[in-house]
């Protein structure tokens, strides 16, 4: 079985601070994808990322970085000089190879951006 | 393009009664997948469909019923609602099943059983 988990439930910082995002997940296969996604008030769930299991490099989109390491179960995700529209619930996420289009969801992180 | 639209967007029901839910894809998507949010569970996978047939099942009892039309649209029922069946119901949609990219959510129905 597949596990993901974020233990920050909740992080307030002030605009421009930078904050990191963590996930650990759990998984016996050896080829998975990794995704994170952020969901805004208005409920949808909006794609961020989404990295494989033997792409270990990390990325950076702007303001937006992720950190994968198949050695710690870890991909953190880092969103600097955070803004106040950065503020929603991010979940990162994990599908295995044999399971279709199913996602499991960590419990995500509420992240508020204070002006 | 339009993005995956989800019917009705808000609902109240009451014990016992069912509902149905609506889940347009985008354009040329034939996966759909269906998730359950709660505060208490998190996001949690109900099903998913490719062409018509039901690829995958989550844990949960059979009052979660499901279907996709030809067109690739899809209804989700739920019979004999209790309490703990309020949530966001998310829908979400992909070219195909397995798909290697990412899954393209609609902003869902948001039932409440009283």
């Known amino acids: ?115 | 393009k339009a993005g995956v639209t989800q019917t009705p967007r808000y609902l109240i029901k009451t014990r016992g009664q069912q509902v149905t839910l609506s889940c347009s894809p985008i354009s040329g998507h034939r996966s759909v997948s269906w998730y359950q949010q709660t505060p208490g569970q998190g996001l949690q996978f109900l099903f998913e469909y490719f062409s018509e047939t039901q690829r995958n099942k989550g844990n949960f009892p059979g009052r979660f019923s499901g279907r996709q039309f030809s067109n690739s649209r899809s209804e989700m029922n739920v019979s004999t609602l209790e309490l703990g069946d309020s949530a966001l119901y998310l829908c979400a949609s992909s070219l195909r099943l397995p798909n290697t990219g990412e899954l393209f959510f609609g902003e869902g129905s948001r039932l409440t059983v009283l």
């Open chain 1, 1 to 115: 079985a597949q596990k993901v988990t974020q233990a920050q439930t909740e992080i307030s910082v002030v605009e421009k601070e930078d904050v990191t995002l963590d996930c650990v997940y759990e998984t016996r296969d050896t080829t998975y994808y990794l995704f994170w996604y952020k969901q805004p008030p208005s409920g949808e769930l909006v794609f961020l990322i989404r990295r494989n299991s033997f792409d270990e490099q990390n990325e950076i989109s702007g303001r937006y970085s992720w950190n994968f390491q198949k050695s710690t179960s870890s991909f953190n995700f880092t969103i600097t000089a955070s803004q106040v529209v950065d503020s929603a619930v991010y979940f990162c996420a994990l599908r295995v190879n044999n399971a279709g289009n199913m996602l499991t969801f960590g419990g995500g992180t509420r992240l508020m951006v204070k002006p």
